[in-house]
């Protein structure tokens, strides 16, 4: 039986990236990948669901959370480099519009944009209105129009991407469904549903919302349900919002948190939607401690009724006198740790390792947390004090429960 050095177990946005960081920088260790592809049905489906299953996910620099900037500012300067190595394209760089009323988060962001000077303009509500006639803005509304590299990434294309480039040097990809994992003298036995057994020095986890089925001590984590909102528009919609940079809208609202929305992005279907979700809108927590099952079923749904109907109020109240041709709602899941960062620590003996929880920020900035993770794993080093600082979810602060 081949033993590997180390096993990535989850092939998402953050176990790819962290899959080709192995295979590039440690050529002379032996690096696998373990996650099931996509299915072809989700509502027949009985195994592991992933929310990266989509066409489109924002990206920019500009956050409250400098740590979030940081993570976001790393892994864009890796997209091109990945796109060339590839030959995917997954980047599209439409611009990003982030609007706030919040006083606090205004300045968060201001300090942000200090910070890391991308290309933006800061804007009031008439500018907005200016440079975007079809969106409708509140007089209150401060806005960032971030230009450069901001926009939306394919997140199916970008996890292709990674493991392209991974595989290319010299990685392994198994396409099966971890179920557990056990110590066997020096090396740690996984099996998957699909009946192979296979062995790893090391393991880093990279589960998202799933991590907690497969660990004995279980980490500080909240699955949440997220509901989206699919708008299909026609093909002279398209073009009237051919301008339309994605969008981020924070305000002061007892219910909702925020709003973000996608420009007009072409689906596998054939057909072109506006992709719309929100944050605190009737979220429900979802148990994935010992299995899957509420995620399961969740997956299985449409997502919440009432919130896709509020979520196409909120378009229609976006963008004045939209055109669609219809509607439909799919079921998405939010990983969120108890300091609102990722996890990216080492959980035991110097053998298993996690990266994850993306805190419904994580797909723009998987490349960066894939990369740390990935360096610690094979190094049992951190590489900076930014790294330790802002990352480690310690026994004692909230990581592990």
Known sequence: MTIYDVAVIGKGLIGSAATRHLAGNFPELKICVIGPDEPENRRTHMGVYASHYDQGRITRVLDPS??????????????????????????????????????????????CAGSFQPPHRRLDAASCREAYPYLSFSDAFVAWDEGGEAGYINPRSLIAAQLKVAEDKGATVFRDIVTKINRV??????????????????????????????LEKKLRLRTKSHTILLAEIPPAEANRLKTMPSI?????????????????????????????????????????????????????????????????????????????????????LITFSAHGNPYVDMLQDESVYVATAGNGMGAKSSDEIGRIGAMLCATDNWHSELDRNEFRARY??????
């Not at 004692?396 to 429960?401: M, S, V």
């Open 396 to 401: 004692y602060e909230g990581g592990l429960k």
């Open 66 to 111: 400098p740590l979030w900037g940081h993570l976001a500012r790393e892994s864009i300067a890796q997209y091109p480099v990945i796109e060339a190595a590839s030959g995917i394209q997954f980047h599209h760089r439409v611009g990003c519009l982030r609007a706030t009323d919040i006083p606090e988060h205004i300045q968060q962001v201001d300090d």
């Open 185 to 214: 003298g020096d090396c740690h036995e996984i099996h998957s549903r699909e009946g192979k057994a296979r062995r790893a020095r090391k393991i880093l986890l990279t589960a998202g919302g799933y991590s907690n089925t497969l």
């Open 248 to 332: 981020i809208s924070a305000f002061d609202h007892p219910l909702v948190d925020s709003l973000y929305m996608l420009p007009p992005v072409p689906y596998p279907d054939g057909k072109t939607y506006i992709k719309l979700g929100g944050s605190g809108w009737n979220e429900i927590l979802l148990d994935a401690t010992e299995n899957d099952l509420e995620l399961l079923d969740w997956f299985h749904s449409d997502g919440g009724q009432d919130i896709a109907d509020a979520l196409k109020r909120a378009l229609h109240k976006m963008i004045p006198g939209l055109k669609a041709l219809s509607y439909h709602s799919t079921p998405c």
